[in-house]
């Protein structure tokens, strides 16, 4: 991955922020086989995110499929100038999964958070149209403290067997998007979004004229890192099948410019998943005009 420039003094006209987004696989208290119990993936999992953000003033942290006691571990490790915002999607408060955003809040103010749940009565907890599960999307609003910059960033986890569901969920991440505007011309989406490229979800969030672009395609294919095929690796199930259905997408300003993108590893040769899912990390130039994000 790129070198960042810090943030916090950014050159004049522009500013360099890290994107992050990883399903860490909640705590289950029956793994699989391959599956280490979170006792044992934590501190690793943990360790690589403190890697992927060390030195960065300018950093967002989508994550999904987290517990509660997930929740406080991370936080722990990565220290007091972190902060999350997010709620459980259970019964909105730390019952359930979340799907958190982390971010420096010794760098960024978050001026306005909320969690939306997935189906046609997102204000509560709700499961929506042929969604197996309650799902939910977090959503803030930040401001830098150095230079004033407003960006919108979305985490989101959609559901594993309700194709409907995706699909209208990604059509509600649009208009929350679309809403959310007001704050920010830029808004950042990261996710475990149960859909290929060639899934409805994937398709409904990059038709033309939703402003929302992966990522991935602001680079050249030799400049991507990684196995670019493949970011849910399973645990070897042998009923489940390797695929690419995590993601970041921009709502970008026309100058946007993707300085790099990678698919990380989740196991090295100590043979320990990290997570079932690889994380997703992008590194992008925001123009800025008079403090403001152009």
């Not at 749940?117 to 939910?136: F, H, N, Q, V």
């Not at 490229?197 to 033309?208: H, R, V």
Request: charged share 25%; aromatic share 10%.
């Amino acid at each position: 991955m790129s070198a960042l420039m810090d943030a916090s003094s950014p050159p004049s006209g522009h500013m360099v922020v890290r994107l992050v987004t990883l399903n860490i696989r909640y705590a289950t208290k029956t793994p699989v086989p391959g599956e280490e119990p979170w006792s044992v993936r934590s501190p690793k999992l943990c360790a690589q995110l403190s890697f992927l953000t060390a030195g960065l003033s300018s950093v967002f942290v989508c994550l999904q499929e987290v517990l509660y006691s997930q929740l406080i571990d991370i936080e722990a490790h990565l220290g007091p100038s972190w902060k999350h915002i997010g709620r459980g999607r259970e019964d909105g408060d730390k019952n359930g999964e979340f799907s958190p955003i982390f971010f420096r809040a010794d760098f960024w103010d978050c001026e306005r958070e909320q969690t939306f749940w997935l189906s046609p009565t997102p204000e509560i907890p709700s499961r929506g149209w042929d969604a197996a599960l309650k799902r939910i999307v977090t959503v803030g609003s930040f401001r830098h403290k150095n230079t004033g910059a407003v960006v919108t960033v979305m985490s989101t986890h959609l559901d594993h067997r309700g194709e409907t569901a995706r699909e209208e969920s990604a059509r509600l991440l649009l208009r929350i998007a679309k809403n959310w505007t007001e704050d920010s011309s830029l808004v950042f989406l990261g996710g475990d979004f149960n859909s290929t490229p060639n899934g409805s979800a994937y398709k409904a969030l990059t038709l033309q004229g939703s402003g929302m672009k992966d990522v991935s395609e602001l680079v050249p294919d030799g400049l991507r890192y990684g196995n670019q095929e493949i970011t849910y690796t399973t645990f070897g199930e042998p009923n489940e099948k390797p695929k690419r259905i995590d993601f970041l997408f921009a709502q970008r300003p026309l100058r946007l410019k993707c300085l790099s993108f990678g698919i990380l590893e989740n196991r090295f040769d100590d043979n320990v998943y990290l997570s079932d899912h690889r994380p997703v990390v992008a590194d992008l130039e925001i123009p800025l005009e008079a403090g403001r994000v152009c």
